[in-house]
């Protein structure tokens, strides 16, 4: 059989994959504090005996798109938003630290400060958690938790900690299984005290919509093309034995 | 089957919860005491499908892998405990938190839900109840028969004046309490929450003091909706749930090429 078949079909395969990324994007496009995945095809040489003669495609999704995503106001004391470049460092599942921008705080009934997802909220000692009751919490553009202590007066502002920003370059952070974003290396990032914070705004998903529908009417295409090859190798084939029958 | 399909389908299903709890604040929009909702969405775990830094040859390494997202999901809706406008009434029974705090209210078992709603009313006895299913206030609070006015001060203490008197007498104290989680309340309809776990117990106080928001006689809280947000919000998920059914159907098309193709 002609191995353009195959490769045909590879591309076909990986186009499938891609593919699976675009949608991916486009059903988080509401998720707040989202990263758009970016997929790129790769020449990926068939290494063997003999002659390096065919190249297929592989999908891989190399990075994302680091890009902010827009400001939505909420009003909210618990939702905060970094300003420009950073994170905030959370305890992941698995113990490890990890990083993320969906700034979805709240208060668990024995004051442990976690995002949405259930992920502690680290400070610059640990994970930060608030002496309960309070009456009233406040996140300050440098990220230092002031809480008043339920009875207290106005003025009578109790520092709590702060959360940790990172602002690591980005090509030594990737996105885990769980979505939250680690180190490459494994190892926790060194604190940075510039970044800053808005509170009462959330950052949505930085996924563009028109970017990812032109992606996939393009892969879409792409696919159909692969398709048109197979075809085609079909049909040497039916009239290379037509030839053959001719005789 | 194509995994695009399945990933889409949970945007499609996400979107369409957003779209009900919108509905349901915008239903809500005068709603005395209603806290308005809203969805928390999370992207669902990753599969990998090719591990950065395997092999790609004998003494190279592939630096970037494949990890296919599973799509998005609704995690939580979450009240958002802010307050309302201030609408005046001047009706002596209309009573408005204004801070923090929630009204206790007797359900018929005897447990006890937890309410914004400051539209009481009386029963054929004098107890203030709810206007809608006519629970009792918790501390209760019964009005005289010969009552000519009643007045609340801030600090939740009820007075009425009585036929022939000068002086006002003191009838009952109405506390009210707060939660250090109000968010993990669990709202059960007629205005009203219930406490879980995560809200934490209830704390009772007296308006106006240490934490506690006072009350204002002869006004009501409105909803705390914003209707301009709401439809904002309901524009983009809609055009959200469009594009993910155009990936549905882009796949479907891709499908149907190789049958007809092939």
Redesign the interface.
């Known amino acids: 059989m002609d191995k353009m078949l195959y490769i045909a079909m590879s591309g076909a395969k990986q186009n499938?994959?891609a593919?699976?990324?675009?949608?991916?994007?486009?059903?988080?496009?509401?998720?707040?504090g989202?990263k758009a995945?970016l997929?790129q095809a790769r020449a990926?040489?068939a290494?063997g005996e003999g002659m390096p003669t065919r190249v297929f495609a592989?999908?891989?999704?190399?990075?994302q798109n680091f890009d902010s995503g827009a400001l939505l106001t909420?009003?909210?004391d618990l939702d905060i938003a970094i300003d420009g470049e950073g994170w905030f460092a959370v305890q992941a599942k698995d113990g490890t630290e990890a990083y993320t921008r969906?700034g979805?705080l709240?208060?668990?009934?024995s004051?442990a400060l976690e995002t949405?997802?259930g992920d502690l909220v680290l400070g610059e000692d640990g994970p930060l958690s608030l002496p309960?009751?309070?009456?009233?919490i406040q996140i300050a553009r440098d990220g230092t938790i002031m809480v008043?202590l339920?009875?207290a007066p106005v003025n009578a502002q109790e520092e709590i900690g702060r959360i940790k920003f990172v602002n690591p370059d980005v090509r030594t952070m990737?996105?885990?299984?769980?979505?939250l974003f680690h180190s490459k290396n494994g190892v926790a990032q060194d604190a940075d005290i510039n970044v800053r914070v808005n509170s009462g705004a959330l950052e949505s998903s930085n996924v563009n919509?028109v970017n990812?529908?032109t992606d996939?009417?393009a892969l879409?295409r792409q696919?159909?093309m692969q398709?048109?090859l197979?075809?085609t190798a079909?049909e040497i084939d039916a009239s290379s034995s037509a030839l053959l029958r001719a005789f | 089957m194509n995994p695009a399909l399945w990933i889409s389908k949970t945007g499609l299903d996400a979107q369409t919860k957003d779209i009900a709890v919108i509905s349901n604040n915008l239903a809500n929009a005068s709603t005395v005491g209603f806290k308005k909702s809203r969805a928390v969405f999370e992207d669902l775990l990753y599969q990998t499908i090719n591990q950065p830094g395997g092999r790609s040859a004998q003494d190279t390494e592939m630096p970037s892998g494949l990890m296919l997202g599973a799509g998005t999901k609704v995690v939580a809706t979450q009240k958002i405990h802010s307050q309302g406008d201030m609408l005046t009434t001047d009706n002596s029974l209309d009573l408005m938190i204004q801070g923090e705090g929630f009204f206790e209210i007797q359900m018929p078992d005897g447990t006890s839900a937890y309410s914004r709603n400051g539209q009481f009313t009386m029963d054929e006895e004098g107890n203030v109840v709810t206007p809608g299913a006519g629970y009792l206030l918790q501390p209760q609070i019964t009005v005289p028969q010969d009552a000519l006015n009643i007045i609340v001060s801030q600090d939740g203490e009820v007075s009425v004046r009585l036929q022939g008197q000068a002086e006002n007498a003191v009838i009952g104290q109405i506390n009210t309490v707060n939660f250090i989680n109000p968010t993990g309340l669990q709202p059960v309809g007629q205005n009203l929450y219930i406490e879980t776990a995560v809200s934490g117990a209830p704390q009772e106080g007296v308006p106006g003091l240490e934490g506690y928001g006072m009350l204002v006689q002869g006004a009501l809280e409105t909803s705390n909706v914003n209707t301009t947000e709401e439809l904002v919000n309901l524009i983009e998920s809609q055009r959200v749930y469009e594009m993910n059914s155009k990936v549905i159907s882009a796949v479907d098309q891709m499908l149907s090429y190789i049958n007809q193709q092939l």
């Open positions: 499938m994959l593919l699976s990324v675009n949608a991916n994007n486009l059903a988080n496009a509401k998720t707040t989202f995945d997929a990926m040489q290494f592989m999908t891989e999704r190399s990075s909420t009003g909210r969906e979805h709240q208060v668990t009934e004051g949405s997802s309960l009751p309070v009456s009233n008043q339920e009875g990737m996105k885990g299984n769980d979505g919509t990812e529908m996939m009417i879409q696919f159909e398709l048109k197979m075809k079909e």
